[in-house]
């Protein structure tokens, strides 16, 4: 079974632009969520979405938004991009046979210049 | 708000030796645990898990305990192999919706 992929895998952008992740789940998963890595803070919640609803956020300013298409894969969008944007952007998804456990996607190096 | 904390950014520990990483939570109403190891470039791998109504939970040689009472849980690993050398994260869950919470990373360095 494929796991989680992430696309693309690096990216290079300047403060003020926008940007637009992709994630597709493993195959039947239906719920995909998506985190902020940076040094010293972990892995921080964004949104999760659920059959193409967002189900739970965290705490990030709504230049943060995503959506989910019918086939579970999903999409994450930053507009006006700022320094402090630059991060690994990871996704997760869940919904096989250990409902309670995520599967993570290699992650998107963003680096905002 | 950190709900899930590893106060130990990193630790180090001889090959064949016993590992424990440790980790602590606020929220009472997590109820599932999980443990991931990530090496660099890649994301986040699970490792084990343990529900609220154990307190104990054994997978080769990795165990993680969970103390309730206290808020805490912990992974050892025996013996550590070089290989393990990795960030840990710990991760909780109210299993209400979903939504994960996860520790800040120890990174462990197991010498050969």
């Known amino acids: 079974k494929a796991g989680v992929t992430q696309t693309p895998r690096y990216l290079i952008k300047t403060r003020g632009q926008q940007v637009t992740l992709s994630c597709s789940p493993i195959s039947g998963h239906r719920s995909v969520s998506w985190y902020q890595q940076t040094p010293g803070q972990g892995l921080q919640f964004l949104f999760e979405y659920f059959s193409e609803t967002q189900r739970n956020k965290g705490n990030f300013p709504g230049r943060f938004s995503g959506r989910q298409f019918s086939n579970s894969r999903s999409e994450m969008n930053v507009s006006t991009l700022e320094l402090g944007d630059s991060a690994l952007y990871l996704c997760?998804?869940?919904?096989?046979?250990?409902?309670?456990?995520?599967?993570f996607g290699p992650g998107t190096r963003l680096t905002v210049l | 708000d950190q709900q899930v904390k590893q106060n130990s950014p990193s630790l180090s520990v001889q090959e064949g030796r016993i590992s424990i990483l440790n980790c602590d939570y606020t929220?009472?109403?997590?109820?599932?645990f999980l443990w991931y190891k990530k090496y660099p470039a890649e994301g986040p791998t699970f490792l084990i898990s343990i529900s609220s109504i154990k307190d104990k939970n054994e997978d080769g040689r990795f165990t993680v305990f969970l103390n309730k009472s206290a808020k805490h849980l912990s992974l050892h690993i025996v013996p550590s192999q070089p290989g393990d050398s990795a960030v840990y994260f710990c991760?909780?869950?109210?299993?209400?919706?979903?939504?994960?919470?996860f520790g800040t990373g120890t990174s462990l360095t197991v010498i050969p």
């Open positions: 929220n009472s109403m997590f109820d599932y």
């Open positions: 991760a909780a869950t109210p299993n209400t919706g979903n939504q994960f919470y």
């Open positions: 997760a998804s869940s919904g096989g046979p250990l409902t309670d456990t995520q599967y």
